[in-house]
């Protein structure tokens, strides 16, 4: 603020400024554009998810038991191997019987 000098910022000053501003502004809109398109891909998952779950808190034993199933035969897989190993290496009593 000295004498007779004009206040505020420069012309040059204002003009880069402005241009930053152009630049952030292309900067959120280029992000606004990938937004949408990740979106656009993740949205028929979620969807598929949304009624997979929907199907299973419905209550439906079909549903349930093919969600289930993949588990419960490695579960059986596992215990029938036991089971053989038990049968086949174990000493007689115990387990065995």
């Known amino acids: 603020m000295g004498k007779g ?3 505020g910022p420069s012309p040059e000053v204002e003009q880069g400024m402005l241009q930053n501003q152009s630049a952030l502004v292309k900067i959120a809109q280029g992000q606004a554009k990938n937004a949408e398109q990740l979106y656009q891909l993740t949205e028929p998952g979620l969807a598929t998810a949304e ?3 929907e199907t299973l808190a419905s209550g439906d034993p079909g549903a349930i038991m093919r ?3 993949p588990a419960a035969q490695q579960v059986n897989e596992a215990s029938v191997g036991a089971k053989s190993n038990i049968m086949a290496n174990a000493p007689s009593g115990g387990e065995k019987n």
């Open 51 to 53: 009624n997979f779950y």
């Open 67 to 69: 969600a289930i199933s």
């Open 5 to 7: 000098g004009p206040s």
